[in-house]
């Protein structure tokens, strides 16, 4: 299966190229990056995560200005930094698909290979493999605006094409295309207490405060939970966490928290409230930075063990939670 879909992989980019060639050089080396195929949780085939890092590839090859790497298959999301060095590329792109009631949930992150730490990330909702792909208009800005921050001479990044989604995918329904169950399955199933994950606070870096919040989202759902990030300060959503609650629909809490940093290790603290603003429960994890994968490993690890923890205090509040509705 790998190996078919390297060979695809490596199709497209190789058509992508050929219509490229004969245009003018550029003044100026073009960034490179490999586009991973997306972490998948739930009932979420672990293929649909290929498919969409393939059609984000493609997109971005044809925006132009940067080069597309194909990435090596089999490599496993903590190899990902050493992998895409290996490529030669300049940054990586990562993110997660999870089903959330009828839609599908995105997170996706650039990670500077040269730093190691994510330089964009952000969040959606979709519905449509069209949905996923409008996301390359983003991703293709935030590379070339990063990789030219040292340039004096560039003061504005040019706009992003505005040529319609390349027709692979189409509007084909992504919650049917990942393999979602029905409506009726879905309400006779038990449905998993979720929680809202808001901005996080600490002395940290926004960057890798920004990995930690993505990285604790996605250990939720190990821990059996589901997760969303909610892009608000944790402030807002203290004041205003019933209204939080009631705008997301099947949301029975809200985590927030800090990202701090100590000589050579780094400690996220989590706090989870529910809805009537109340905190439920705090866990910390304390994670030395020098073991391997530095930083960002440190947060993973310690994100694990703070999601892992506090399943426990968030998973008997679905008892008074109603489904969301579909």
Same mark, same amino acid.
């Given at each position: ?32 990056? &490999? ?5 998948? $949780?739930?009932?979420? =085939?672990?293929?649909? !995560? @290929?498919? *969409?890092? %393939?059609?984000? +590839? ?95 001479? &560039? ?5 992003? $094409?505005?040529?319609? =989604?390349?027709?692979? !995918? @189409?509007? *084909?329904? %992504?919650?049917? +295309? ?118 960002? +490993? ?29």
């Amino acid at each position: 299966m790998l190996k078919r879909f390297a060979s695809l992989w490596t199709l497209a980019l190789a058509c992508i190229s050929c219509g490229l060639l004969g245009a003018g050089e550029s003044p100026l080396q073009e960034p490179s990056v &490999v586009v991973y195929p997306l972490t998948t $949780s739930g009932q979420t =085939p672990a293929q649909a !995560g @290929g498919n *969409v890092a %393939l059609l984000l +590839a493609t997109k971005l090859s044809s925006l132009g200005g940067i080069e597309v790497k194909p990435f090596t298959p089999g490599t496993t999301r903590p190899d990902f930094l050493t992998a895409a060095i290996a490529a030669g590329a300049d940054y990586y792109i990562t993110g997660y698909l999870t089903p959330v009631g009828n839609d599908v949930s995105l997170i996706i992150q650039i990670v500077s290979v040269q730093s190691g730490s994510v330089v964009f990330s952000n969040s959606a909702t979709v519905q449509t493999y069209s949905d996923v792909v409008a996301q390359a208009d983003s991703l293709h800005a935030e590379i070339l605006h990063h990789a030219s921050r040292g340039l004096p001479a &560039v003061t504005d990044v040019a706009p992003a $094409s505005t040529s319609p =989604p390349i027709a692979t !995918g @189409g509007s *084909v329904n %992504l919650t049917k +295309a990942l393999g979602r169950h029905s409506a009726r399955d879905e309400a006779a199933a038990a449905p998993l207490p979720w929680g809202l994950v808001v901005n996080l606070d600490g002395d940290a870096p926004a960057a890798e405060r920004s990995v930690a919040q993505t990285a604790f989202t996605a250990a939720l759902r190990s821990a059996g939970l589901q997760g969303e990030i909610l892009p608000v300060s944790a402030a807002d959503a203290g004041h205003n966490a019933a209204s939080l609650c009631k705008a997301n629909p099947g949301s029975v809490g809200l985590f927030s928290g800090t990202l701090a940093e100590q000589k050579e290790a780094i400690d996220l603290t989590i706090t989870v409230a529910g809805c009537d603003g109340a905190t439920l429960a705090t866990q910390s994890s304390t994670q030395p930075t020098s073991a391997k994968g530095g930083v960002n +490993a440190a947060i993973e690890r310690a994100a694990e063990a703070d999601a892992a923890a506090l399943s426990t205090a968030v998973k008997p509040l679905v008892v008074a939670s109603p489904a969301p509705k579909t």
